[in-house]
């Protein structure tokens, strides 16, 4: 399908999703104009108020947590919209493996307004980067998540996505049911950019940051790239 085929047809399913009934993704009620009834998008877990801004984990005052003044992340500051726990993991699992991509508008509609909420930056970003997959889990999964909730958040705050700037260039084991440093090893090397961003303030964009290892490897990647800002913005924080 071309871009423009592809194009018109998201046009089309987004209209019907406003004017047309149907159910809401986690209870079943019937809902117009919204994928979730009030009841389920009130169930989804914010995170506390005081978190470390760099890595999005509570703390008692908002300060940065004691893991990042030990060892910072290459990243400068982390955006969650919520934590990730029930009914919210349902949705993503939903998104990745079931093939409910039309769950990413909601994803950046709700990542969208976080990014309001919290926008103390002096200058905008210049760039949205999608977390990539790689070419083998792509032709598995059948689209990047991380890349379609890029592509619609980029429509909704007006800033520009990449979506080939960043490349996944070996195909890592899954990270779950590893541990921190495994999952750091794991991850080495994985990550390449193939443009310059030299003096550019860019957002990572990705569904869920559990450790915050593969946003890392990807921030490094992309500092050594020239990035002098690097955002890590993610639909949610596994506490």
């Known amino acids: 399908m071309s871009n423009s085929q592809q194009s018109t047809l998201n046009k089309c399913i987004n ?26 998008e009130d169930d989804l ?24 003044l030990k060892k910072p992340p290459a990243f400068n500051r982390t955006r969650s919209a919520f934590s990730y726990a029930f009914p919210l993991d ?38 949205l980067l999608p977390m990539p997959l790689h070419h083998a889990r792509l032709a598995q999964r059948g689209f990047n998540q991380a ?11 007006g800033v520009p996505w990449l979506p080939d700037a960043c490349h996944r260039v070996r195909n890592t084991p899954s990270q779950a049911g590893l541990d921190l440093k495994a999952r750091q090893r794991n991850l080495r090397g994985a990550f390449s950019c193939s443009i310059d961003l030299s003096g550019k303030r860019v957002a990572l964009i990705d569904d869920v940051m559990t450790s915050g290892s593969s946003l890392d490897e990807l921030a490094r990647v992309v500092r050594k790239a020239g990035a002098v800002e690097i955002q890590a913005w993610v639909l949610a924080r596994t506490l």
């Open 90 to 127: 349902s949705l993503v699992q939903q998104c990745k493996y079931a093939h409910a991509s039309n769950l990413t508008e909601f994803f950046a509609a709700q990542m969208a307004i976080q990014a309001g909420q919290s926008n103390t930056q002096s200058e905008p970003l210049d760039y």
């Open 45 to 68: 877990a914010r995170l506390p108020a005081t978190c470390c801004p760099q890595c999005a984990l509570p703390t008692s005052q908002g300060e940065i947590c004691g893991a990042c």
């Open 15 to 40: 209209f019907l999703q406003l004017h047309l009934p149907q159910s809401c993704f986690l209870c079943g009620t019937r809902v117009t104009g919204t994928l979730l009834c009030a009841g389920c």
């Open 147 to 157: 890349a379609e909730i890029a592509r619609r958040l980029s429509t909704r705050i």
